[in-house]
């Protein structure tokens, strides 16, 4: 699975940001999949994601009713929904897939995207 992220970009605190994330692979309605973050000088954290087979969704605590994330198998994306942004999510935003459950931890992803900066002004 290749995963290719994109819809980064600058905005003002308080907007919002769609991320999107294209996967190849026929059977990426399989896979569990998800967004994790790394700001500048920080560690890579979890940021939302949906299991496989249940779809599940979960988020972090700093992100939980404020960003929503989805996936459309028909188009092979994954989607992360992304409101009032606050400076704190600055990040580079990592899209990632599992061909197993998939969750909260980086090491349950076997496939991870490029990345897309997110960079929220004051």
């Known amino acids: 699975v290749q995963l290719q992220a994109s819809g980064g970009g600058l905005v003002q605190a308080g907007g919002s940001l769609r991320l999107s994330c294209a996967a190849s692979g026929r059977t990426f309605s399989r896979y569990g999949v998800g967004w994790f973050r790394q700001a500048p000088g920080k560690e890579r954290e979890f940021v939302a994601a949906?299991?496989?087979?249940?779809?599940?969704?979960y988020y972090a605590d700093s992100v939980k009713g404020r960003f929503t994330i989805s996936r459309d198998n028909a188009k092979n994306t994954v989607y992360l929904q992304m409101n009032s942004l606050k400076p704190e999510d600055t990040a580079i935003y990592y899209c990632?897939?599992?061909?197993?459950?998939?969750?909260?931890?980086?090491?349950?992803?076997?496939?991870w995207g490029q990345g897309t900066q997110v960079t929220v002004s004051s």
């Open positions: 990632v897939a599992s061909q197993y459950r998939g969750g909260s931890n980086a090491a349950e992803y076997e496939y």
């Open positions: 949906i299991t496989w087979p249940i779809g599940s969704t």
